[in-house]
Each structure stands twice: as C-alpha cells, then as structure tokens.
C-alpha cells in the first residue's frame, strides 16, 4: 500500500507485482519530463523521458504516462523486483529552464 | 567511457572553514550544473553553466556559495564559512552542447558534513 512517511512518501508492493508511481507536476509551461532512479547512497539514474507531444511511452518494463490535462506524470513498473527499490524522482523540464525536481517516492519491494 | 566524476565523495569540515567540490563532466559536455539534497528531499537545483560563464544561478544562496566552470579544468563549487545548514548531498550532472534533449547525467555526489 501507499504511506506517507517522515518526509517520503512510500509505496511498498510484492515482488512480482507491478507498481505505479504518481507525480504531479506543477509548470504547465513544461515541455519535457523525465524519470530518475536514486538508490541509497548514489546519484539519480535516468530511466525514462518523455515530451510532451506523446501522452505514453515505453521503455524496458517501465511505461511513463503524461496527462497535460491534469499536469500528471506516472511511471509504471512491470513485474517489480528487489533491485527496483530506490527512491523515485520525476523532473520537469520547460525550455530554458533547468530541470525541477519533485519530491520522490520510496519504493519498497517486499520479497 | 566514464560517466560525471565528483570528488570527495565525503567532506567533513568545521563551522567556518571552506568547503570545494569538484566535478569533471562526462567527456563531450560542456553544459554541469549543482544540486543540493537534503536528506529524504529532492534535488534542488542551485547553478548553471558552460565553459568561463554562469548561465543561470537563480538557486544560488546569495552569499557565501560561489561556482566555476573554468576553460581548463573540473568545475568547482565553493562554500565559505560553512554552516550546520550547509551538510547535505551535492550533485553534479552534465549534458550534452547543443542538440541535447534536456535529459541530465548525474554523478554519484559530495557528501558535506559541518560539524
């Protein structure tokens, strides 16, 4: 299920399952998004992107999906495995502007 | 084909002392840009820049943080007179010159811890 923790919002699901990840992003003048993985103790690792002329796009187990309408951006993990856990940031992106990050999901698989 | 090198990876220093970290961009970028996480926060985004120029430092503290990106060499981010307030993760990442799609590459980041 879904909690929100001390600062981190978690989300902790069966190895196996598929997760869901949630963002909501706050510039609609943002053209460009983009997933980041961040295990402890490392720098963010890109996953997935998309623009903001797709509404959906698919990567290796991962699926982003962007609604302008509602300025929502999630991010779908097929099949989650004890290597998923990590702390999952979106990041918003709208031409000159550097990337925004929003605050992250802690995702905790349960083996 | 190294990826964003930051080093130290950790830093102790006292209240008051200076605080320099380095980071050399992936080989072909000429674009680095700071962030700083707090613990179990987001990365704040804190300056921009290219080769001898800051583009954009509108998450800069007005004092005692200062960055360059000199012709020659890594990038360096440089706090004076450290406080408490100041420990946190420091991230450096780069991109591609022009044509790049936005996407950022990030290094494994500068731990500063003020004591």
């Known amino acids: 299920g879904e909690s929100v923790g001390l600062h981190l919002p978690t989300l902790s699901v069966q190895e196996g399952d598929n997760s869901i990840i949630n963002c909501a992003y706050s510039n609609s003048a943002s053209d460009y998004f983009i997933w980041y993985k961040q295990e402890s103790g490392k720098g963010p690792q890109f996953i997935i992107d998309?623009?903001?002329?797709?509404d959906k796009r698919q990567g290796q187990r991962v699926t982003v999906l962007l609604n302008k309408t509602v300025k929502h951006l999630s991010l779908q993990i097929a099949a989650t495995q004890p290597g998923d856990s990590a702390v999952y940031f979106c990041a918003e992106k709208g031409g000159n502007t550097p990337l925004v990050f929003g605050k992250g999901t802690r995702l905790s698989v349960i083996a | 084909n190294a990826g964003v090198m930051q080093n130290p990876r950790h830093l102790v220093r006292r209240r008051g002392q200076e605080a320099r970290l380095r980071c050399s961009p992936m080989?072909?970028?000429?674009?680095v840009y700071w962030y700083r996480q707090l613990p179990e926060e987001g990365l704040k985004f804190m300056v921009y820049?290219?080769?001898?120029?800051?583009?954009?430092e509108s998450g800069m503290p007005k004092e005692r943080f200062s960055a360059e990106f000199p012709k020659e060499g890594p990038s360096i981010l440089r706090i004076q007179q450290v406080v408490r307030g100041d420990s946190a993760a420091y991230f450096c990442?780069?991109?591609?010159?022009?044509?790049?799609?936005?996407?950022?590459?990030f290094g494994e980041g500068s731990r500063l811890t003020v004591l």
């Open positions: 820049l290219q080769k001898e120029n800051i583009i954009d």
């Open positions: 998309i623009r903001s002329n797709m």
């Open positions: 080989k072909g970028h000429s674009h």
């Open positions: 990442a780069s991109s591609p010159s022009l044509g790049g799609t936005g996407e950022l590459f």
